[in-house]
């Protein structure tokens, strides 16, 4: 069988790292970013079959650099880098508009923008796309507005990629709470460590790319990996 290929954007840390270390585990070739350079580094040094690509998800010759490392087919890309916003979570009516428009930019415009870069690629191997949302797209919790917007307006990229890209499997996830740094930014100050490590979910997100449910959004929780494998 020949190597699949997978793009994880924001796999240094938290999610993306615990599925690209599962992924990597399967033989998968992966290509992989995040800002930080030595935090990517370490990341990926610890993984069979990486190319990283240290850079920022909202800048176009960093996607163009990502789409290139993929090459000619691509089975999986993850849009899993984000942007929480300012920490503490402000309330509306104190988000500053330009905090606004760098979550919209990271959280909605870049991963179309890369999903666009890297759609031949996908077409020629039939692939998939996971696009990583959040419970804070549908629920109205104070503080989450500008992020939850920004995931709400994701997923509905996603049901309308899904639609008009019948040959791909096009997914939204809720990943559920996680115990990361983007979860502490969130909540400042409070013992987090009650919330599930990022790697409980990944079982949820294999069983996803091995079944074949059809492209619409999934809460993580509700993927039970025994009932979805094939
Ligand atoms: N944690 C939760 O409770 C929770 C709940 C619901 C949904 N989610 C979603 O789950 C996904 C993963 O979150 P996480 O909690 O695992 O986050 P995390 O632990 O903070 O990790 C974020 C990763 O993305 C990278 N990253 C951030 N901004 C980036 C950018 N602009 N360009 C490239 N890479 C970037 C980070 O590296 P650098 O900082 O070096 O760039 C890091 O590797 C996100 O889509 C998040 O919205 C999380």
């Known amino acids: 069988m020949t190597t699949r290929t997978a793009l994880i954007t924001g796999a240094s840390r938290g999610l993306g790292r615990a599925?690209?270390?599962?992924?990597?585990?399967?033989g998968w070739r992966l290509v992989v970013d995040g800002r930080d350079p030595a935090r990517l580094a370490e990341a990926a040094a610890s993984l069979a079959g990486v190319t990283a690509v240290a850079g920022d998800v909202a800048d176009p010759g960093h996607r163009?650099?990502?789409?290139e490392a993929v090459?000619?087919?691509?089975d999986l890309l993850v849009n899993n880098a984000s942007e929480l916003g300012p920490s503490p979570l402000p309330a509306l009516a104190d988000l500053r508009a330009d905090d606004f428009r760098h979550v919209l930019d990271v959280n909605v415009v870049a991963p179309l923008a890369l999903v666009q870069?890297?759609?031949?690629?996908?077409?020629?191997?039939?692939?998939?796309?996971?696009?990583?949302?959040?419970?804070?797209?549908?629920?109205?919790?104070?503080?989450?507005g500008g992020y939850g917007a920004s995931k709400a307006a994701f997923d509905q990229l996603t049901a309308v990629l899904a639609v008009e890209n019948p040959t791909l499997r096009i997914y939204a996830v809720d990943p559920g709470d996680m115990a990361t740094d983007m979860h502490q930014?969130?909540?400042p100050g409070e013992d987090i460590s009650d919330r599930p490590a990022p790697e409980t979910v990944?079982?949820?997100?294999?069983?996803?790319?091995?079944?074949?449910?059809?492209?619409?959004r999934?809460?993580?929780?509700?993927?039970v990996p025994a009932e979805v494998s094939r």
């Not at 690629?121 to 109205?140: F, H, K, P, Q, Y």
């Open 64 to 67: 163009a650099a990502l789409a």
């Open 71 to 74: 090459g000619p087919r691509l």
């Open 19 to 26: 599925l690209a270390t599962a992924l990597s585990d399967r």
């Open 117 to 144: 870069a890297v759609l031949p690629a996908l077409r020629a191997a039939g692939g998939t796309v996971v696009n990583i949302s959040s419970d804070a797209a549908v629920e109205a919790y104070a503080g989450w």
């Open 202 to 216: 990944v079982p949820s997100l294999l069983a996803l790319l091995d079944g074949d449910l059809p492209s619409r």
């Open 185 to 187: 930014a969130a909540f």
């Open 218 to 223: 999934y809460r993580a929780a509700d993927v």
